[in-house]
T-cell receptor, first 117, second 114 residues
Framework: AQSVTQLGSHVSVSEGALVLLRCNYS??????LFWYVQYPNQGLQLLLK??????LVKGINGFEAEFKKSETSFHLTKPSAHMSDAAEYFC???????????????FGTGTRLTIIP | DAGVIQSPRHEVTEMGQEVTLRCKPI?????LFWYRQTMMRGLELLIY????????DSGMPEDRFSAKMPNASFSTLKIQPSEPRDSAVYFC????????????FGPGTRLTVL
């Protein structure tokens, strides 16, 4: 069974500082990995995803994440935080799809990011 | 594209009433997922469909919950009878088979059961 652990349910950083949100996963097969962002009163929006190939993945709004198989990690970073980055962030893992259809995502419990002016 | 459409956006009902939530996936997507989000339990997958067929309903909390997908462009999640503990935000998401399982989420329905 797959699982995702997000360390730190709340993270606060100063505006302009580095953002680091941690995600570790467990999967019996090479996984697909995702980061989603949720702004207040909205649905989840995809930030970035890793499927195969290059392990450093760039997403929207200046975020990036690196797949490290040896550490079973997929941490999310952004060099310089902006006030608009304040939101909840979810890491998710999925198994490669079968011939019969898409597979479900297993989400972490989320990390609420607060930006200090 | 209009994205995933959910209705209603807000629903307030009294305990014991039937509640029906609706979802229109993105055109061409062949997988549909229903989630529930609460402060206490976070984001929970309730059920998902591939090509209109339910694949995994192990997340459905109890027999009061049921979901249908009569065609590729419409799905419903029904709660009968509703209880205060069902109060939550319910999300629908859809996915395209060629998309490495990437899901697109709707705006959610905020359900309050009094």
């Amino acid at each position: 069974a797959q699982s995702v652990t997000q360390l730190g349910s709340h993270v606060s950083v100063s505006e302009g500082a580095l953002v680091l949100l941690r995600c570790n996963y467990s999967s019996s097969v090479p996984p697909y990995l995702f980061w989603y962002v949720q702004y207040p009163n909205q649905g989840l929006q995809l930030l970035l995803k890793y499927t195969t190939g290059a392990t450093l993945v760039k997403g929207i709004n200046g975020f990036e994440a690196e797949f490290k198989k040896s550490e079973t990690s997929f941490h999310l970073t952004k060099p310089s935080a902006h006030m608009s980055d304040a939101a909840e962030y979810f890491c998710a893992v999925s198994e490669p799809r079968s011939n019969f259809g898409n597979e479900k995502l297993t989400f972490g419990t989320g990390t609420r990011l607060t930006i200090i002016p | 594209d209009a994205g995933v459409i959910q209705s209603p956006r807000h629903e307030v009902t009294e305990m014991g009433q039937e509640v029906t939530l609706r979802c229109k996936p993105i055109s061409g997507h062949n997988s549909l997922f229903w989630y529930r989000q609460t402060m206490m339990r976070g984001l929970e997958l309730l059920i998902y469909f591939n090509n209109n067929v339910p694949i995994d309903d192990s997340g459905m909390p109890e027999d009061r919950f049921s979901a249908k997908m009569p065609n590729a462009s419409f799905s419903t999640l029904k709660i009968q009878p509703s209880e205060p503990r069902d109060s939550a935000v319910y999300f629908c998401a859809s996915s395209l088979f060629s998309s490495y399982n990437e899901q697109f989420f709707g705006p959610g329905t905020r359900l309050t059961v009094l």
